[in-house]
């Protein structure tokens, strides 16, 4: 983040994408704040659900959205970033971003499975045959229940909102800058609407989650 704030502050023209107003190009910024919303909750759900059942470290967790992909959280800085990029950054970023993605998290991720399998030698072994490493399966994603692998509790939400409210504000903070500057404000103002209505979307969609987490254990707890 700190890198990417540099950049825009010393290169803008160079890195920032001017807004033509085509209908791909909205669609594809719609695209990379929907991402950005979809990586934070399957961030949340990925730390909240560690926090409350990894005993200490001393459990191997093999539920919530680690039922899908053994590294959640790392899948959810992905599409963050990934939305970053396709919200306000020229195409062409899309290849730094990847790339600096590949050399910062999977080293991380091959010494982390290093780590893992020295502590549960036998169950992290038959985990990672069953659990893709970062990329889901549709396949799984289609057959399970989502409340079962992105599990949500708003409690969790509280302790990010900090973080999140940042990031967007600093993303709004450029992308304002430059529509009005090329476009004037009636277009901003369209613009807005979209992500609003976005943001809704995914306010509710965290809300059903929520829900549908606290009845799942509510039933379990029966």
């Given at each position: 983040?700190?890198?990417?704030?540099l950049?825009i502050?010393?290169?803008?023209?160079?890195?920032i994408?001017r807004y033509s107003?085509?209908?791909w190009?909205?669609a594809?910024?719609l695209?990379g704040?929907?991402l950005?919303?979809?990586g934070?909750?399957i961030?949340?759900s990925?730390?909240?659900?560690?926090a409350?059942?990894?005993?200490?470290s001393?459990?191997?967790?093999?539920?919530g959205?680690?039922?899908?992909v053994?590294n959640p959280?790392?899948?959810g800085?992905f599409l963050?970033?990934?939305g970053?990029?396709?919200?306000?950054?020229?195409w062409?970023a899309v290849?730094?971003f990847?790339?600096v993605?590949?050399i910062r998290?999977?080293?991380l991720i091959y010494?982390?499975?290093?780590?893992?399998?020295?502590?549960?030698?036998?169950s992290?072994k038959e985990y990672c045959k069953?659990?893709?490493r970062?990329?889901?399966?549709l396949?799984?994603?289609?057959?399970l229940?989502i409340?079962?692998?992105?599990p949500?509790?708003l409690a969790?939400?509280?302790?990010e909102?900090g973080?999140?409210?940042?990031l967007?504000?600093l993303i709004?903070?450029?992308?304002s800058?430059?529509?009005i500057?090329?476009?004037?404000?009636?277009v901003?103002f369209?613009?807005?609407a979209w992500?609003?209505?976005t943001f809704?979307?995914?306010?509710?969609?965290?809300?059903?989650?929520s829900?549908?987490?606290?009845?799942n254990h509510?039933?379990?707890?029966?």
């Amino acid at each position: 983040m700190g890198i990417a704030a540099l950049i825009i502050v010393f290169f803008p023209r160079v890195f920032i994408r001017r807004y033509s107003g085509g209908f791909w190009e909205e669609a594809v910024e719609l695209l990379g704040f929907a991402l950005i919303f979809l990586g934070q909750i399957i961030r949340v759900s990925a730390r909240g659900y560690k926090a409350e059942n990894s005993q200490e470290s001393q459990a191997l967790i093999q539920g919530g959205p680690y039922q899908v992909v053994r590294n959640p959280m790392y899948l959810g800085i992905f599409l963050i970033g990934l939305g970053v990029v396709l919200a306000i950054f020229q195409w062409w970023a899309v290849i730094i971003f990847l790339i600096v993605f590949i050399i910062r998290y999977l080293l991380l991720i091959y010494k982390e499975e290093a780590k893992l399998s020295a502590i549960f030698p036998g169950s992290y072994k038959e985990y990672c045959k069953k659990v893709p490493r970062i990329f889901p399966s549709l396949l799984t994603l289609i057959k399970l229940d989502i409340s079962a692998y992105l599990p949500i509790k708003l409690a969790w939400f509280q302790k990010e909102i900090g973080s999140m409210s940042t990031l967007l504000l600093l993303i709004l903070l450029v992308e304002s800058w430059e529509d009005i500057a090329t476009n004037g404000l009636r277009v901003y103002f369209q613009q807005l609407a979209w992500l609003v209505l976005t943001f809704a979307l995914f306010a509710i969609f965290v809300i059903l989650l929520s829900k549908w987490t606290s009845k799942n254990h509510e039933n379990i707890s029966k």
